[in-house]
């Protein structure tokens, strides 16, 4: 990456403790404490009556992340290009799936079978805002949330796209979680713009880098930290929530990272592109 300057618009978040962009950058700056505390249940405000019966945990972690991020957007859903970032996607369906196939008869829920694509999520998200734009799914394990920034910031410099990179997982069943240790449900998502606008929060540059990866402030954020692949983004997102010039180190694969470097937007640069 040339470490173009890409502009950040808003943010969504829900994780433990952490439910809404809007209560957690308090926790996230230091203003509150942090309370480890379940995600109650969502309902998609986006998708129509149908499809909010049919999507699974899975694909409403991520809407309940990439709702919250768009509603603080000037950018129209639908014109934003979508990257969705999970390092598992759905493995309860896939437990499912893979125990009705051991059994006589071989019985596979129809909803089951149409959910266990990994690019579900993007798919219920593309019916609900009516969205045409480019749409990437990305798997890369522990190091999803960087890989997905990564391919969302390239979106924004190459294609000067206005990007939504939504990162997600959640806990797998016994015995997939006895070999996937995820400790948690939560979801990450960003608006990222080629030109500044009213509402921008930052400007980000990224580039590779061999830093080692930023902890959280905290020890209890640094432990939320490394219960999801998606919450590898707390130390950027601290950095944000703070409003000063920073920097984060992100994991990525083979003990590089994804540096990301944070300044203040210009009032003077204002551009709604």
Known sequence: MSGSTIFLESV???????????????????????????????????????ERRRATPTVRIAFQAAEDAVQASTIPAADLATVFASSDADLNIIH?????????????????????????????????????????????????????????????????????????????????????????????????????????????RCAQSNERPTPAASASLEELRRNNPATAALPLLEVIARGQPGQVALPRADAATLRVDVALVDAGLVDAG
Request: proline share 10%; aromatic share 6%; glycine share 6%.
């Open 12 to 50: 969504g978040i829900a994780a433990p403790g952490l439910v809404g962009w809007a209560a957690a950058r308090e926790v996230l700056r230091g203003a509150a404490p942090y309370v480890a505390a379940e995600l109650p249940a969502y309902a998609p405000m986006l998708l129509p009556p149908n």
């Open 96 to 204: 499912r799936i893979s125990t009705a196939l051991t059994q006589t008869p071989r019985l596979v829920s129809p909803t089951d079978f149409h959910n266990s694509v990994h690019n579900a999520a993007a798919g219920y998200w593309s019916i609900a805002v009516g969205a045409r734009a480019p749409s990437t799914t990305i798997s890369a394990y522990d190091y999803s949330f960087a890989a997905g920034l990564a391919e969302a910031c390239l979106l924004v410099e190459v294609e000067k796209r206005n990007v939504l990179i939504v990162a997600f997982d959640l806990p797998p069943p016994e015995p997939l979680l006895a070999k996937r240790p995820i400790g948690c449900t939560a979801g990450v998502a960003l608006v990222l713009t080629h030109s500044q606008t009213p509402n921008s929060l930052a400007r980000l």
